[in-house]
């Protein structure tokens, strides 16, 4: 007859042992382990190509501008910082880094407009994608979209390169598109430095 003291001897070859689980703590301990090394492994990656990134645009700035002038400019009591956006405005150059350090002079800036990311349909990330005369597109002032202060230095960010560029062309409109168009944007870049050499 099946009672309690035999039920365990009779049903033992059909129990699953129900005393250790996969959520065991020795497992959940190696499973977080894995996880931490996981996570560490990307963090490093992100920060060595950071670094790689950004010391290569030193050198690049280096190539291409003068690093004393800035140096200089970065002195100036009139230089400008937005720290939202990582942004500083000097009397010759913007310089960005919000992702890895960027420098544009504003004699070379065509065209400016925002960008923004979106995932599931919201606004998660903002930008400003700025063109220069040789025909390359950068990115600058990136900063998330959430919070009034993130959106109020975004647009002032914005704002103030278009008052310190004012011949480049800004927004993504359709005039702006056709005139950065490959059929046309030798004849706007051209247009552009007449402009700037008038002044």
Known sequence: ALNESNFETVFSAYLINAKRTPNDGAQIFKDLGIISLICSVIFVIIYIVIILKTKRNI???????DLAQISIELSFPSKLEYQKTKTIFLDTYVIDYSTALDVIRYEDIVWVYPNEHRINGIKSAQQIVVVTKDKKRRVIAETDAFGKENKKQFESTYNELAKRRPNALFGYT?????AMSKKNIDETIDKITEKDLKE
């Open 174 to 178: 359709k005039e702006n598109i056709d």
């Open 59 to 65: 050198r690049k700035v280096a190539e291409e501008y």
